[in-house]
């Protein structure tokens, strides 16, 4: 069965650092890109970072230098970390594939206080 399941959310102060990982089926992870969106309350959910196949990455600008997306050391784990976030960095964060697979996980809190 496909999925995507994230883990690592949680709160955390501006300035700090939060890591969230997601893990992939064999499908997911051997035939679709990957990548990280958010939608913060009453906003429109946005693309934070993809990684293609052959390890380009792709960042909305407003996490750029601040976020890395990267293939993880564990199987089929896709990781975002996070450093020097900003309260506006508070969303729901969801791993998903590209949208040829159409695979989205169950999303996970991330909340950031001043």
């Known amino acids: 069965q496909e999925h995507l399941v994230e883990s690592g959310g949680g709160s955390v102060q501006a300035g700090g650092s939060l890591k969230l990982s997601c893990s992939a089926s064999d499908y997911a992870w051997n035939n679709c890109g990957l990548g990280w969106h958010r939608q913060a309350l009453g906003q429109q959910r946005e693309l934070v970072a993809f990684i293609n196949d052959d390890g380009s990455t792709t960042y909305a600008d407003s996490v750029k230098g601040r976020f890395t997306i990267s293939r993880g050391d564990s199987k089929n784990t896709l990781i975002l970390t996070m450093n020097n976030m900003k309260t506006e960095d508070t969303a729901m964060y969801y791993c998903?594939?590209?949208?040829?697979?159409?695979?989205w996980g169950q999303g996970i809190q991330v909340t950031v206080s001043s």
């Open positions: 998903a594939t590209d949208r040829l697979c159409g695979i």
